[in-house]
Structure formats: C-alpha cells, structure tokens
C-alpha cells in the first residue's frame, strides 16, 4: 500500500502519496510540481514526519510556489482532489469560544446569579488544616447585599512538595513549596473545606501548582459563564457593603467603558498620587482620567495599573484581554504563563502604555475603583488563624483583627 502525509488546505486534510511530497529545508512542504500547500502533519518539520526529500525538486517546479492568494489556493486545491479524491477528510471542528457560551443578556429579571460567579482561590497556608481564614471571608459575604446569593467557584491551587535537594529559598507557602507535612495538612484542609461550603457552589482542585493566575483562569474556563466574575484571594474579606447591583448594571449599560471594578483597600487610596509620580509626563487634566459620579451612591476613579485584589470584571475581557484561551491569545499581548500573578505582568504593562500612548490606552484595560473613603475590603493573614473551628476567625473579625500586612493588597 502507497504511504500517505497529510496536508491541510482550508478546510480540509487530504493525504497524498508521499513519493509526491518534497520538503524544503526550512520544512516546507510541497507537491512536486503542484504548488506550495502547507505545514505537514501535527506542525512538525517534514523530515520529522518521515518525509524524503526530492533532489532536483525546487521552487521553480512548483506550479503556484508559496501560495497567499486565496484563489490560488482554491486551484491547488482542485489540483490535489484529482490526485487523491477519495482520500479526502473533513477537518475536525474546532473547540468552540468560551464567549460563545456566556450568556451576556440573561433572560428575565434581574438576578445576582445569572449575572455573578464569585471565584475565591486559596492555596496552602500555616494555618491548614483548619478552615478558619477562608471561612471568616466567606462568612462577611453578608456584608454586600446579593454576594451570598451568587454561585461559589473555590478553586484550590496544586502545590510542589519539597525533598532533600530543595533549597531554603525555594521553600516557602508563597512559591508553592511545601514539606510533606504542610503537603499533608492542605490535603486535609481540603476535605474540611467541602464540609463548610455553601450549596450553590463548586470545589476545584488542582493537581500541579498553577499559580494565582492560571487558578482563576481554569475556574473561568471550566465554570464560569456568567457576564460577571468577581476574584477573591483567600485571606480578602469584605469590610464595608457597596452597592454591587448598581455596579453591575453600570458596567453592563457601558461595557466599553467599565470592564473591570476594584472595591477600596488601603492600598488603593492614594492610587492616582503613586501613578503621577511614575508617569509625571501624563496629562493629568485629561478628562478620561477624572472620577466619575455615577449616581448619589455610586464613584468611580480610574485605576491605572492593573492589580489582583478583590474586583469585578466582565468575563469575555478576562478571557479576551487578560487570559486568552482555547488556543486565542491574550489581546493585552502580554500572556499570563502558569505560575504567574496577572498584577505581575499587567501593572508595569498598564503603566507603559500610558506613559508612552497617554490617558487614552485606558480604556483598553476599562479598570476602575470605587470610590470610597472607607475600606471595602481588608486583608487577613493566615498567621493569626490557628485555633480550631470558625467561630475564632469570626471572632476576630468582630473584633476588627485584622493583620498589619493589609497594605499588600
């Protein structure tokens, strides 16, 4: 039986008789004599596919050479059909958009869980097994009217463990390294995790470490398709309620505009001062980088250097802009790898584009806070949730103890 490669035209994979095919030194593949079709099979380089070269066989004995031109491509085609008619395949679909299947306009009246999916990553921290730091953020949910009506995505990051060779500076709960014996004490705080967890939500958990980043995006990918998602870190709970009805209907009447929302932290109160003095060049007068007073209740002020603390963002722009996914790359052009943390990659790229395009690169991020004299959100560390039980973490939530460390946000 003649040994068949396959090309792919268009739409359609044909296979060809390999005595056909000459392969360029680059790894081009070409029919001899027919014109340049395309990569070989699985995108490998013709001699790895076992593919022979021609002597004598070139350029000049290709009928269209390197084909751009798409009727061009069309006659080539017509051309391979009659050499292999029957040896024709369809080309498998290809996996459908996640925007595709985000439902953008919910039917019906408004409802906080058709229009919000909330995501809470959490990793491996001193205080495993117990549950009492994410619990604590889960239980101030009540503070911000709608929250606890929202399905819950809680995605739990895999964790490297480390052995005799692991050097003390890779070791340490923020790379993702543990001891056997930390490894162990997340697993179990894992089990301890689904006993807490409310009913409209779902436990992810993750073989390998991922990251902050590559967390979020696998609970976007896998179980998020509402126009919304607001991203927790683990040790983040709310403070002071905003209005989380109006900011959503905000951002859905001008998606353009506001595709990301951050609630007040201490970090973020003089975020417009900290940016002028790294971008003193900018025109700080230009009207696109002023507050914005949406409504009695509701301000919004532009952020201007993307961050990873608590925020709403519509989901096509995370998975447009910031993740890219199924094969798409990120339209920011800065991709967020495993193991990365988007503020990581996307703060120094936001604070770029301003300094070099002006206020106007602003509305490509759509990053926005709320305006607020008063924290919204707060940071908890891990360090002081050892007791047993969630009533401890509770506690000191009532008691407002909350760590020193909050200004990493």
């Not at 205080?127 to 009217?145: G, M, Q, R, Y």
């Amino acid at each position: 039986m003649t040994e068949t490669v396959r090309f792919k035209v268009r739409n359609i994979t044909i296979k060809v008789p390999k005595e056909s095919v000459w392969v360029s030194g680059k790894g081009a593949a070409y029919l001899r004599g027919k014109g340049h079709i395309t990569w070989c099979e699985d995108d490998r380089r013709g001699d790895d596919c076992g593919l022979k070269y021609a002597e004598g066989v070139g350029r000049e004995g290709c009928s269209f050479g390197h084909i751009t031109d798409e009727t061009e491509k069309a006659r080539a085609l017509e051309i391979v059909k009659k050499d292999a008619p029957e040896e024709i395949e369809p080309k498998k679909p290809e996996k459908p958009s996640i925007l595709d299947e985000i439902d953008e306009n919910p039917a019906g009246p408004f409802s906080f869980e058709k229009q919000l999916t909330i995501v809470v990553t959490t990793s491996p921290t001193q205080s495993n097994p117990e549950v009492t730091l994410i619990d604590a953020v889960l239980s101030t949910f009540k503070v911000v009217e709608g929250l606890d009506q929202c399905r819950l995505v809680v995605v739990c990051d895999g964790c490297d463990i480390a052995n005799e060779t692991t050097s003390k500076e890779k070791l340490g709960f923020k790379r993702g390294v543990v001891t056997s014996s930390s490894h162990g004490a997340y697993e179990e705080y894992k089990e301890n995790l689904k006993k807490i967890l409310p009913e409209n939500s779902v436990l992810v958990e993750l073989t390998a470490r991922n990251g902050f980043g590559w967390a979020v995006r696998t609970a976007i990918s896998q179980h998020v398709r509402t126009p919304y998602t607001m991203v927790i870190q683990h040790d983040r709970y709310f403070e002071k309620a905003f209005p989380l009805k109006e900011v959503l209907l905000t951002m859905g009447a001008a998606p353009s505009i506001y595709k990301v929302v951050y609630m007040m932290n201490s970090s973020l109160k003089n975020h417009m001062e900290r940016i002028r003095t790294r971008a003193p060049s900018v025109d700080w007068a230009d009207p696109v980088l002023q507050p914005v007073r949406v409504s009695p209740t509701l301000g919004l002020t532009p952020c201007l250097a993307w961050l990873d603390s608590t925020h709403i963002a519509r989901t096509s722009h995370l998975v447009k802009f910031v993740f890219g996914m199924r094969g798409r790359a990120a339209e920011s052009g800065v991709p967020i790898r495993r193991g990365d943390f988007p503020e990581d990659r996307l703060n120094q790229a936001q604070i770029k584009s301003l300094k070099e395009e002006g206020p106007s690169c602003h509305k490509r991020y759509g990053t926005w806070i709320i305006t607020s004299s008063k924290n919204q959100v707060r940071h908890l560390s891990g360090r002081n949730f050892r007791e047993t039980g969630s009533s401890g973490a509770r506690a000191r939530l009532l008691l407002g103890l909350e760590d020193s460390s909050e200004d990493e946000d």
